[in-house]
């Protein structure tokens, strides 16, 4: 099983749409999880760490479950400008590295 | 943005010729990385360090060295470039190895490199 998974993708969705995308993760004992944004030929910008108790920042929610060992981003009213690549990102082992996945493309269209 | 630049941000080389590339930050954050980005493969991580003259290795290392003589500057060497060594190189940086949020890494705008 490879150590951070995401659907790669496209999601075409139009705008206002909500869409969600979904990662997992190998390692059990992973410490700290995020999504990264990656537009294309462009450096990778955070977007949102994901904490135990989910957390929303406007548009945006991340959930973590444990137990199952994924992570989820959820965009509501998605904008034209959400067009981008979103990386799940995991610290698997509590020290200075991370884990990045192969990321998940989305495209919204008017 | 977090202040960190690259340069070149783009080259191109020829096979066995040795390429250096240069991130430096003015944010005095203690962690560096370097990554190599590849269609199908994702970021991965080639070296990282975690001080001054600290080095580590990542995932993908072989055919790579790194200096940090000063906090701010973290050198990519390729010693004899091959054409497998074509890719996109982001540098990042990270505040600390300790805590949930210092482990947030920040990204460089990145160099491409091309080895003909």
């Known amino acids: 099983r490879k150590e951070v998974e995401q659907d790669p993708g496209p999601f075409n969705v139009p705008e206002g749409a909500t869409v969600a995308f979904n990662c997992t993760y190998s390692?059990?004992?992973?410490?700290?999880f995020f999504w990264y944004r990656q537009d294309c030929r462009k450096e990778p910008k955070l977007l949102m760490s994901?904490?135990?108790s989910g957390n929303e920042d406007g548009r945006f929610t991340a959930q973590l479950n444990r137990a199952s060992q994924y992570i989820s981003l959820l965009i509501r009213d998605s904008k034209l400008s959400d067009s981008a690549t979103y990386l799940c990102v995991v610290n698997p082992t509590g020290y200075s590295t991370l884990t990045f996945g192969k990321g998940t493309m989305l495209l919204v269209s008017p | 943005d977090a202040g960190i630049t690259q340069s070149p941000r783009h080259k191109v080389t020829e096979t066995g010729t040795p390429v250096t590339l240069r991130c430096h930050q003015t944010?005095?954050?203690?962690?560096m990385y370097w990554y190599r980005q590849d269609p199908g493969h994702g970021l991965r991580l080639i070296h990282y360090s975690y001080g001054v003259k600290d080095t580590d290795k990542g995932e993908v290392s072989d055919g790579y060295s790194v200096s940090r003589s000063k906090t701010e500057d973290f050198l990519l060497t390729l010693e004899s470039a091959t054409s497998s060594q074509t890719s996109v190189y982001f540098c990042?940086?990270?505040?600390?190895?300790?805590?949930?949020?210092?482990?947030?890494?920040?990204f460089g705008p990145g160099t491409r490199l091309t080895v003909t």
């Open positions: 994901v904490y135990s």
């Open positions: 944010e005095n954050h203690r962690y």
């Open positions: 990042a940086i990270s505040e600390s190895g300790t805590g949930g949020s210092s482990y947030e890494q920040y």
């Open positions: 390692n059990s004992a992973s410490q700290s």
